[in-house]
């Protein structure tokens, strides 16, 4: 059973730059049939995706936070990250990475696997 | 502003049915398959429904869901008192460059 775990500071400060990693267990990041998201939440608001990334470094970001977002991967560590530049109060959330299937070269729009999720706050 | 609009709360008591509705666009629920998450309160979401009527192992058969044309709905039957949570649905959009959207969530409440 894949496992994902969030990791990263849980407070930046405004104009900073937020890095979080998401450490998966259970399975291989260096997958053919998976790719793997960051989503996050506000408090008490809803759910935002932010991103993905696929096979070796293939990205496709939320066109809403596209200029200040980087997903990567390092397959040594079998770990993802996000960096998320220029932070403000709006971007405090509970942040959260997830994986998606791709079945038959087809991606399936749905997170079977999801993190327990990381409190991120930007606040002076 | 999201594009898939929920109703932002539903209700019912122990053993009634609710369901929870999902209205979109062409451009996501008129093109792709839904999917349904829960959240219980201060949890990560669950996957709960895939493929628009699909349930994961595990979930149970009091769950259901269906999609027609631009619109998606869940139905929990026999409500439980641990069905008291978040729900939403989700899908990709097409408009821009892509993107996967999320609904604005149902806070079902059983009373």
């Known amino acids: 059973q894949v496992q994902l775990q969030e990791s990263g500071p849980g407070l930046v400060k405004p104009s900073q730059t937020l890095s979080l990693t998401c450490t998966v267990s259970?399975?291989?990041?260096?997958?053919?049939?998976?790719?793997w998201n960051w989503i996050r939440q506000s408090a008490g608001k809803g759910l935002e995706w932010i991103g993905r990334?696929?096979?070796?470094?293939?990205?496709i970001y939320n066109p809403s936070l596209k200029s200040r977002v980087t997903v990567s991967v390092d397959m040594s560590k079998n770990q993802f990250s996000l960096v998320l530049r220029s932070v403000t109060a709006a971007d405090t959330a509970v942040y959260y990475c997830?994986?998606?299937?791709?079945?038959?070269?087809?991606?399936?729009?749905?997170?079977?696997?999801w993190g327990q999720g990381t409190l991120v706050t930007v606040s002076s | 502003q999201s594009l898939l609009t929920q109703p932002p709360s539903a209700s019912g008591t122990p053993g009634q049915r609710v369901t929870i509705s999902c209205s979109g666009s062409?451009?996501?629920?008129?093109?792709?398959?839904v999917t349904w998450y829960q959240q219980l309160p201060g949890t990560a979401p669950k996957l709960l429904i895939y493929?628009?009527?699909q349930r994961p192992s595990g979930v149970p058969d009091r769950f259901s869901a269906y999609k027609s044309g631009t619109s998606a709905s869940l139905a929990i039957s026999g409500l439980q008192s641990d069905d008291e949570a978040d729900y939403y649905c989700?899908?990709?959009?097409?408009?821009?460059?892509?993107?996967?959207?999320f609904g604005t969530g149902t806070k079902v409440t059983v009373l």
């Open positions: 990334l696929y096979s070796f470094g293939s990205t």
């Open positions: 259970g399975g291989s990041i260096n997958s053919n049939s998976y790719y």
């Open positions: 997830a994986r998606g299937t791709v079945a038959g070269g087809i991606f399936r729009y749905y997170f079977d696997s």
């Open positions: 493929s628009s009527d």
């Open positions: 062409r451009s996501n629920i008129g093109s792709y398959t």
């Open positions: 989700a899908t990709w959009d097409d408009s821009l460059s892509g993107l996967y959207v």
